[in-house]
């Protein structure tokens, strides 16, 4: 099984209010291809408006595929899903049932909608599958809302972040195992979250920080960390990692108040060949782009997109040449396929309710197919294909 997540989700102890809801998460997002041993108690948290985070891409030229009409596809009734999560002493770990989702082969989008659990009145984001063509979507788990997050590669580690109740809400990082459900609260990282995986999986990139927020460096092995900005004094925070999709960048936001009154705001790039020294990279920063808003990667990994309402303004990295691409509505959630031939996006306001709901189109295409309908907001959260 292949996973591409997306972007677009909200961090819990994010500073930037003007922030859209998406992913970390979560993320996508966000792009990323991982084979997936088994579909198993597939569990991916992610919410809305992190401390910075949106992942996606840029147009590819001439797809060699293009989205399928759904056949009289009528809203279903979700179920209910399983409890979230709780966990509030740190490094301890615990385990959460996640329900086994069969599959058929074919090729997915995964998206996240918060609704009211049945019989306890809690609220969650509940995850699920629906075919990219269209038809009826399947539950695979849900979480905490408001929780960003990322998937590693071969989709064994999600990292996400969970607002501790006993410390006013304050977010910490978690890791839960697929297949298994164990839940692991990662020593000292109070007040981290945004969290993103690097498209090998061996570095989890981080916000932390509580008045000013800076990126750090995790391995996923020894939760060892290391600050990659420290720049309290000239940059206020630094958000959204987001890694390209060839490894070869990690990309953040610096925003300062997201006015653009600062020349310093805006998107900076780090060479990941200083990632093995972090005292190296600020030499290797460039920027910054012009963008205070969350922000997608391109799928050949040559331009990142700042999301603006309805439109993604693509920034060329080397050239800083500019392209857009265009939508009926607000896009809420962003997510490109694996093979970059066709995107998944959330719309706001696209159904007679008023809800944001998922669409799929051919990168170089721009007639829309809605795949979700029925009450509550939708957002993209990554591809799943199943062989």
């Known amino acids: 099984m292949q996973i591409a997540r997306a972007k677009g989700e909200p961090e819990s102890g994010g500073s930037a209010g003007r922030m859209s809801r998406f992913r970390s998460v979560r993320c996508v997002g966000i792009w990323l291809a991982i084979m997936l041993p088994a579909l198993a108690g597939c569990g991916i948290p992610t919410d809305g408006q992190r401390n910075g985070e949106a992942q996606g891409t840029a147009p590819a030229a001439s797809p060699s595929a293009t989205p399928t009409a759904p056949s009289s596809l009528t809203p279903t009734k979700t179920p209910r899903p399983a409890p979230i999560p709780t966990l509030e002493s740190q490094g301890q770990t615990t385990s959460t049932a996640l329900p086994a989702a069969e599959l058929d082969a074919g090729t997915y989008v995964v998206y996240s909608v918060t609704q009211r659990e049945s019989p306890s009145g809690a609220i969650v984001d509940g995850y699920y599958a629906i075919p990219a063509e269209g038809g009826v979507p399947q539950y695979l788990f849900s979480l905490q809302p408001g929780s960003s ?15 501790k109740v006993s410390l006013g809400g304050r977010p910490v990082l978690m890791l839960l195992e697929i297949g298994t459900g164990d839940i692991t609260e990662v020593p000292d990282s109070l007040d981290c979250g945004a969290p993103s995986w690097s498209p090998d999986g061996d570095q989890l ?42 490894g070869e960048w990690l990309a953040f936001l610096n925003y300062i108040g997201g006015q653009r009154r600062d020349p310093r705001e805006g998107i900076y790039l780090i060479e990941s060949g200083c990632l093995a020294e972090p005292g190296s990279c600020r030499q290797a920063t460039h920027g910054p782009l012009d963008c205070v808003e969350w922000f997608v990667w391109s799928s050949d990994s040559k331009a990142v997109g700042c999301v603006e309402g309805p439109n993604i303004r693509f920034i060329d990295i080397t050239t800083r040449q500019t392209w857009a691409m265009n939508f009926p509505r607000s896009v809420a959630g ?26 799929v189109r051919g990168a170089g295409d721009e007639a829309l197919t809605q795949i979700t309908h029925g009450e509550g907001d939708k957002y993209v959260r990554f591809w799943l294909v199943v062989p």
């Open 149 to 163: 997050s990322s998937l590693s590669l071969g989709g064994r580690l999600v990292a996400y972040t969970m607002s």
């Open 334 to 359: 962003f997510a490109w396929s694996p093979s970059g031939e066709q995107l998944a996006v959330s719309l706001a306001g696209s159904s007679s309710g008023g809800y944001t709901d998922v669409f």
């Open 205 to 246: 990139a981080l916000v932390c920080g509580r008045s000013t927020k800076n990126i750090h460096l995790m391995s996923p092995v020894d939760h060892s960390r290391v600050p990659l900005t420290t720049w309290q004094e000239d940059y206020e925070n630094q958000l959204s990692p987001e890694w390209s999709p060839d």
